[in-house]
């Protein structure tokens, strides 16, 4: 199917509090909704979420990419069928933004049908973070799950050690912990908690290290459970199994796109390894999406999709009437349209 116009649109999700993501502090996220329209009129949405703190892109980046890709789309050779099965990077002989990559492909997996319009997702792993009082409230809350995540690597390490020992003594043993540092330690650091914790009840922890290349160091030593996750950002990065990893966590909107990630889920089913599928606070477009991909690519594992509890409820029901509005009739309401480009042009 060749693509017949591209429309971008911007959009803004209010957070419900303020969202601490390394050194910046974010209140809202903004995005922009990339649709594709083929000639014979069918309409496929893709979302373009950089994340600050984590994408080496920023939006500004990223609209300007999918402004200048815009002609090189309606080219022949380019075809929504391409872009889905082997990338947008490949499809468009140049390399892209992992953002931009995401929203074409997300569009293109649409328009070919592969992804469903409704969630084709039930089950998630439940995301606790903030204080101890706070994580001990959500974890109330819970009830059936068979594994839980945890933010670590905000708190001093004494304090960390403690979140997870109360976690550990008021959950069944047989409830998996999955931990979440976003390399925030340093090699002690990370000894002394891994030291400290019954590796037992841990399912793998993310990255805990600020100097990463030293995560294999680490599982090594201390026969912890390990995985990589901002490891997948780095362009140079050349992935080896060690001592201690347990999984990988991809994230398509950081990592290059929804085809790269069905590569590394690949490669991690390869080599022995659980493969995560996880969010980096998308929109309720983008998180659809990614479960058809946890759904499609690894089924039996929980995906990390619990993120959309993040936004305010009332803009993330606005936004969903929005796009199935659109989806039917061509128009987006609420949403700024800030670029549009046509094969006849």
């Not at 892109?57 to 002609?71: I, P, V």
Request: aromatic content about 8%.
């Amino acid at each position: 199917m060749p693509i017949g116009s591209v429309s971008i649109y911007r959009f803004r999700l209010p957070l419900q509090r303020p969202l601490r993501l390394n050194a910046c502090w974010l209140h809202e996220r903004q995005g922009l909704l990339v649709v594709l329209t083929t000639s014979d009129g069918q309409v496929g949405l893709g979302e373009c979420l950089p994340l600050p703190g984590f994408s080496t892109e920023s939006l500004t980046d990223a609209l300007s990419q999918l402004k200048a890709l815009s002609k090189t789309l309606f080219n022949q050779s380019v075809s929504v069928e391409r872009m889905a099965q082997t990338g947008a990077s490949h499809c468009l002989d140049r390399t892209l933004y992992s953002s931009v990559s995401f929203a074409l492909e997300g569009a293109s997996l649409a328009l070919c049908g592969k992804i469903p319009s409704a969630d084709a997702l039930t089950e998630y792993c439940p995301l606790l973070m903030g204080t101890r009082q706070q994580v001990m409230a959500q974890l109330a809350n819970l009830s059936g799950s068979t594994e839980i995540k945890l933010k670590v690597g905000r708190s001093p390490i004494d304090e960390e050690i403690e979140r997870v020992h109360d976690l550990c003594q008021k959950t069944e043993p047989s409830l998996l912990i999955r931990l979440d540092a976003n390399r925030q330690w340093s090699f002690s650091e990370a000894k002394i908690f891994c030291r400290s914790v019954d590796s037992r009840r841990i399912a793998f922890i993310e990255e805990p290290l600020a100097d990463y290349q030293r995560l294999p160091e680490l599982g090594a030593l201390t026969g912890f459970p390990l995985a990589v996750d901002e490891s997948l950002q780095v362009s140079d990065y050349r992935f080896e199994p060690f001592i201690g990893l347990r999984a990988i966590v991809v994230k398509p909107m950081l990592t290059g796109g929804i085809v790269r990630a069905r590569q590394w889920i690949k490669k991690a089913k390869d080599h022995g390894l659980r493969a995560i599928v996880s969010a980096s606070y998308e929109s309720p477009l983008g998180i659809q999406q990614l479960a058809w991909l946890a759904v499609t690519d690894t089924p039996g594992e929980l995906p990390g999709l619990d993120t959309l509890s993040a936004f305010d409820d009332t803009a993330v029901c606005h936004f969903k009437e929005c796009l199935e509005y659109g989806v039917k009739t061509g128009q987006f309401p609420m949403l700024e349209n800030v670029w549009r480009s046509t094969a006849a042009h």
